[in-house]
């Protein structure tokens, strides 16, 4: 029994994603390996080695990999899925993008969003918004899932030895083209990777008040910014702050919502969270049921006083 952790990375550095995803594997039992498919990506190949828990790396190295373009890390996937029992992704937008896609080529059913592993082919992931969990037992031959990373946490980066094999790489699918991407340069630590995180609600009012009361609160505490759905919609805060069900799914080590009711979409993002602190002037909102520590007050007045504090 072996199970192989599809890797998440940037052709250059590991992301978080895969260590969580192989925490899950080594719980499964057995051998874990990962497979590294990119381009020019060793250096990933030789973090993926130093990872506690890997017995093997598998790496594919061709410029159609460069990208990460789904089918043909699908194709990838599936050239060596003929030795292994279980394939993890990451419960990421790539992951969640190749996944369903090797599955479907291998004729078994996806196991989506795992949250704990409780043996080889059983399984905890939540349902309703996280409002329940189902216990799922996979009888199919090869386990085919998603993990959770907030589920699990990261495996240590270094203290492994793997060895490295080096793979034949597949051949382009044609059917994508990489065009172009554009991304955003932050200021502060992406979303879902950050230690502190200080969240806005409906209650913010607008995009101005939303900067000028929470921008310097997560200055001051290195923190990445968030927002509900709410304030998404109305337009304070940019799509990729978005932390909910239908948002990112975060598990810092400290989450501050400001202004935010706590929606059963908004918990399901945030509720793993090691402490929550929570500031509404409703006394009666559900936030305060998941909170660690509650204020309820003006966050307009408590927000300056808490930054002053600091």
Known sequence: MTTLVIAEHDNATLKGATLNTITAAVQVGGDVHVLVA???????????AAVAGVAKVLHADAPALAEQLAENVAAQVLAVAG???????????????????????????????????????????????GNAIATVQCSQPVKVATVRTTGFDPAAATGGSAAVDKIDAVADSGKSAFVGKEIAKLDRPELTAAKIIVSGGRAMGSSEKFNDVLTPLADKLGAALGASRAAVDAGYAPNDWQVGQTGKIVAPQLYVACGISGAIQHLAGMKDSKVIVAINKDEEAPIFSVADYGLVADLFVAVPEMIKAL
């Open 38 to 48: 990119g381009s020019n990506a060793a250096a990933v190949a030789t973090a993926a």
């Open 83 to 129: 030795s292994y029992s279980h394939l993890f992704f990451p419960a990421t937008a790539h992951g969640k993008n190749v996944a369903p896609r090797v599955a479907a080529k291998l004729d078994v059913g996806q196991l989506s969003d795992i949250s704990k592993v409780i043996s080889a082919d059983t399984f905890e992931r939540p349902i309703y918004a």
